[in-house]
């Protein structure tokens, strides 16, 4: 009798602790993702504050954004890419050179 409660017991244990463990990663894993999408936000509004108007007509950014994806908390690997585009898919501004068939985005 001892036995089959024991078992059935640990078996409840077990179940207990997986069930803690998938909560805990789908929390964490929604958790990280918010605090990325709050950071990326940030740094667009950052980016979108540098936005300069030049006497060509062109766009371009005032300062150097370097310490804007590096700051505290961001975490990036890599130097993400950004575009500045019109309602109408025209890129107007990007941080990588685009070709002639990349200068307007996928609708």
Known sequence: MQR??????????I????AIAL?????????????R??????????????????????LGLQGEIGGIMRGPGMALEGD???YIADARGTILYSNR??????????P
Do not use: C
């Open 4 to 13: 089959y409660w024991t078992t059935r017991y640990l078996l409840t244990l």
């Open 80 to 82: 993400p890419s950004f």
């Open 37 to 58: 999408l709050k950071m990326m936000e940030l740094m667009a509004e950052e980016i979108a504050n540098r936005i300069v108007l030049f006497n060509d007509g062109s």
């Open 97 to 106: 050179p685009l070709g002639p068939a990349e200068r307007r985005l996928h």
């Open 15 to 18: 179940v207990g602790l997986i």
């Open 23 to 35: 909560v805990s990663a789908l929390w964490i894993r929604h958790t990280t993702l918010q605090h």
